[in-house]
């Protein structure tokens, strides 16, 4: 087999939204050139003869992994997608949990053995694939089986990185480059089981009392 058993990525299908929300078209460059390189990168894992464990309903790495970073750009996604893209029954679903969620918890983004906000999932999420055997419970196969782990192409996890530096005001060539060398972006990223995710949920209450968002 020469192909991952799935589709070739598209870009998020947000475009009509990025006049109103120029960071969005950010964020929509760099899961492209990220899901580009997870698809490459398991096409020639799939050609050495590995067979990619992920699948829907497989979910225990939600859990297992504890420290998952997200860059501000990405929590900027998160809230818009979670307020403006998801469907009502499940904001009203997210909110309970949200609501209960304490740091160092798992993500609370995991319902139904399902991400509930899979296209807006941090780069770490998107990055983490593992071949041959899915994980077992409380497994990260990071440190149990790396060699089972997807190593992302290094050319597009910078195209990925490099795509979010003009929220940070890096803007030009030279300063971008700089910004990679120097790991930048990493000193922005909080750890997505420690954001005070109530804070999200305080802003989905209007949806529950039927007030709207704009109100
Ligand atoms: S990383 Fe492991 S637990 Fe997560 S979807 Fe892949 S095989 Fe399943
Ligand atoms: S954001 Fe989604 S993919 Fe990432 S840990 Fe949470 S539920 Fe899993």
Redesign the pocket.
Known sequence: MNQPNYPPPRPLPYQANVEELPWLSLLIDSYYSADQGIYEGIRRATQQGQQLACAKGC?HC?RS?TT?PVYPLELVGIYWYVLKQMSPSLQERLQAVLQQHQARQP?P??LDEA?S??PM??LA?RHFNVFNTPCAPGEDAFYSRRHDVLKPLKKFQNAALEAMLPYHGIKHAAEKRQALKQGTLHSFAMV?QEIPWIKLSERMRPIKEGLGWDT
């Open positions: 979910a939600c992994h998952i993500c983004f995991l991400c906000i899979h999932r941090p999420c997505l």
